[in-house]
């Protein structure tokens, strides 16, 4: 499947928002943009992914804040990224002409310059001749904080009660009460340049030339050449499997080693419902399945990076009600992440509340043990050996969960229904007591081996007599109901039930037959298992990569390749997936999203080996 795609018109008037598919991600590994197929960038939080927003029109079209910069006369766009990269080139087809925007990120220069947190928008008239406009009008804090537009002699600055951001270009700009303009033509061969820095005491007011923007784009272009060329994998999906590693690494922050679930908020699970969270923070199980997927492929230096997070800001705490760990953390480690409601944005569409913060991290969810244990037995396996330090705060966690698998918990979903007993947390209370298990034999390391492997056996038997249905001739969502849920496809994945026990296979074509539609994947039905909040969602897109691999171990490996293949036409132009497919195709929920790129690499690297 190629993903240099992608086709637009753009034509008069468009539309107040978007497609969420319809955009392109840039970053720096510490923040993102993205950039709609119209040329807007209609998402952009500056210095970090959970600073305030700078941009927010994908949330609020009037109160949000855009960086509009489009042909101004009627055309048809198409959107590609520069191959093995993440810089974004959208083109404009005119009756006069073709023009493009390089967006990018610079990435791979001086130390120094990430302060700056430079955005580069450079315009180039390809053939024939191009009228262009402008309109970068941002809308600092969440479109809350006012802000006011000084003029130099080749710039703008925005200054918005210290907080300061400069616009530079090679055409002429204009103030326009909070906005700033520039109309400008290009004939073929000509182009222009925007650099949005931001300035402060630490960073100065500096122009972007066209030479250095040159310069910027060449250095960018090589930092992502470089690091996709570690990557080992060489099967048939190679295209889509690392545009979905450039994706992850989009979602690492550089200077702490975290990796965020996804880089946005509030976009809806549901339009018009309130299934909208803030999912700019470190879930340790996300985090932690991305360590699983980059390892496979070679990368162990962000597995690295994620280790020295671990050790730094997820070790052992203090023994609150949610256990030794969180389910988050911020992007600096911090613990804090209250959940508040900005009334003044109206949400995607129309999609309220929009939230920062959330409110989640509270939550006991057991399951993250096991995906953290888990992530830490496949560094020591597959890249080095963990220390003695990182070996003791394993051993505290381990005792940890053989004190308290056995109580209900809100599970992998974060439902706010209730706590429940979870067959999911249950097997991945197992699989951080296996995995630990299998550390220390092969290394020696000492354990309470004993007490391990009889919470481990006591974990299984219960799973296997309390987690299993015999009205319904399946492993269900907890224990004693008769709900499916696709999480149980982990169990085979996960090693904990062989892929051909005839268990597990009555349970999976339970699971087809309710809860896959096309291939697509529904998380659990709401109505039968109340998780207390209104409204359907889409299908749950790391669910179906879940199922591909589900059967390729099972055996069902042509039908496991027809659901990869199906799956892929649901990507966006450029290969990207929001959390959840709509029934109509759309993409749905925080964008790009993290669990599913690498459900992707893994779902691809286990149907490669088994096709041979």
Request: charge should be negative.
């Amino acid at each position: 499947m190629s993903v240099n795609g992608g086709d637009r018109d753009v034509s008069g008037p468009g539309p107040r928002y978007l497609p969420i598919s319809d955009h392109g991600l840039i970053g720096d590994l510490r923040s993102v943009a993205l950039v709609g197929m119209d040329g807007t960038i209609d998402w952009y939080c500056g210095s970090a992914f959970d600073a305030p927003s700078v941009f927010a029109a994908i949330l609020d079209a009037e109160r949000g804040g855009a960086f509009e910069l489009a042909a101004a006369v009627p055309a048809r766009t198409k959107q590609f990224y520069f191959p093995d990269t993440n810089v974004l080139i959208t083109r404009f087809f005119t009756e006069d002409g073709v023009g493009e925007i390089q967006d990018f990120m610079p990435v791979g220069g001086e130390a120094a310059e990430s302060e700056r947190h430079r955005l580069i928008r450079r315009v180039v008239c390809v053939r024939g001749t191009i009228p262009f406009r402008a309109r970068v009008a941002p809308r600092f804090d969440y479109g809350a904080r006012p802000h006011t537009v000084r003029m130099t002699a080749d710039a703008a600055v925005f200054d918005a009660d210290g907080v300061a951001l400069s616009l530079t270009a090679t055409v002429p700009l204009t103030a326009e009460g909070p906005d700033v303009r520039a109309d400008f033509k290009l004939a073929g061969g000509e182009s222009a340049v925007f650099a949005l820095d931001q300035v402060g005491a630490d960073v100065a007011l500096r122009g972007c030339p066209r030479a250095e923007a040159e310069a910027q784009f060449a250095t960018t272009v090589a930092y992502w050449r470089r690091w996709l060329s570690a990557s080992k994998y060489r099967g048939r999906w190679r295209e889509m499997v690392h545009r979905s590693a450039l994706t992850l690494k989009l979602l690492t922050y550089a200077p702490t080693g975290a990796i965020v679930a996804a880089p946005t908020t509030s976009l809806p699970e549901q339009i018009g419902g309130e299934r909208n969270w803030d999912y700019r923070y470190v879930w340790v199980r996300d985090a932690a399945f991305c360590v699983y997927a980059l390892l496979r492929l070679g990368f162990t230096g962000e597995a690295a990076e994620f280790m020295k997070f671990v050790t730094r800001h997820i070790s052992p705490g203090d023994g609150k009600p949610s256990g030794p760990l969180q389910i988050m953390y911020g992007i600096d480690g911090r613990t804090d992440l209250p959940e508040r409601e900005l009334g003044h944005l109206e949400g995607y569409q129309g999609s309220a509340p929009v939230r920062i913060g959330n409110d989640a991290a509270e939550q006991l969810q057991l399951d993250i043990y096991g995906a953290l244990i888990d992530s830490i037995y496949l560094y020591d396996k597959w890249a080095e050996p963990i220390s003695s330090d990182q070996w003791d705060d394993v051993c505290a966690l381990v005792d940890w969960v053989c004190a308290h698998w056995d109580q209900p918990d809100e599970g992998i979903w974060e439902t706010r229904g209730g706590r429940k007993n979870f067959l999911y947390s249950r097997l991945m209370c197992w699989v951080a007591i296996e995995r630990a298990i299998r550390m220390a034999n092969r290394r020696g390391l000492p354990a309470d081996l004993p007490r391990w492997s009889g919470c481990r056996d006591a974990i299984y038997r219960r799973i296997m007599t309390r987690g299993w249905s015999e009205s319904r001739q399946a492993f269900v969502q907890y224990e004693g109901g008769d709900v499916l849920d696709a999480s149980v496809l982990m169990m085979p994945l996960t090693k904990f039930v062989a892929p051909t026990d005839p268990k597990w296979l009555s349970t999976l074509d339970a699971l087809t037959e309710e809860l896959v539609s096309d291939s697509l994947v529904y998380r659990y039905d709401p109505v039968a298992s109340p998780d207390g909040l209104r409204g359907d969602e889409g299908t749950f897109s790391i669910c179906s990569f879940w199922y591909v691999e589900a059967m390729v171990h099972s055996g069902r490996v042509d039908e496991a390749r027809l659901a990869f293949e199906k799956m892929l036409t649901y990507a966006n132009h450029l290969g990207l997936y929001a959390e959840e497919i709509s029934h109509t195709g759309e993409q749905q929920g925080n964008f790009p999203q993290a669990f599913t790129h690498l459900g992707l690499i893994s779902a691809a690297f286990n149907l490669d080996r088994a096709l041979g």
